[in-house]
């Protein structure tokens, strides 16, 4: 079983795919021919370079391919009052005394650095399938947890605006 995409991240990954082999891929391939054409390639930085970044974009391709043979296709299967993918929610953290929002996302998409989170997420994981109202208990380890309470659920699209993480 592979990652657990939406259609749009799928979508998303094929565009990168078809990028960087119908239009990086050529150019680099360039490249290469321009650096070989320069004489002895023992001393030959450029001709280095352009074989790396030719190396660098075909294994880019061939990951790439791999995660969307093996990926599985996700939909959120929650009703619009409940947290679910592609769901805006802000809660209370009654540690801390504060609201933070998030996005639940798939987890190609995740960044906790940008509040989106995943639902595979210790928070993601605590908040999936609640109301507001709820109060939830997010179990980060065996000697760490805390609560949150659910204060607002909104629905976003799933426009395939949020970038994907490189791996």
Do not use: W
């Not at 360039?30 to 001709?47: P, T």
């Not at 990926?71 to 933070?100: C, M, P, W």
């Amino acid at each position: 079983m592979g990652m657990k995409l939406t259609k749009s991240d799928i979508k998303k990954i094929e565009e990168e795919i078809t990028y960087r082999t119908n239009e990086l891929q050529p150019k680099l391939l360039e490249e290469l021919s321009e650096a070989r054409a320069q004489g002895d390639l023992s001393e030959n930085f450029e001709y280095a370079m352009a074989k790396r970044a030719n190396r660098q974009n075909r294994s880019r391709i061939s990951y790439l391919e791999g995660i969307v043979r093996n990926a599985t296709v996700i939909e959120d299967d929650t009703a619009s009052d409940e947290v679910g993918l592609n769901k805006r929610v802000t809660i209370f953290t009654e540690d801390e005394k504060q609201e933070e929002t998030y996005k639940i996302v798939s987890s190609i998409r995740s960044s906790s650095l940008e509040n989106r989170i995943s639902p595979e997420s210790p928070l993601g994981k605590a908040l999936m399938h609640h109301k507001v109202g709820d109060r939830v208990q997010v179990v980060v380890n065996e000697q760490f947890s805390y609560y949150a309470v659910i204060r607002k659920i909104e629905t976003v699209e799933d426009d395939g605006s949020d970038p994907l993480r490189q791996f």
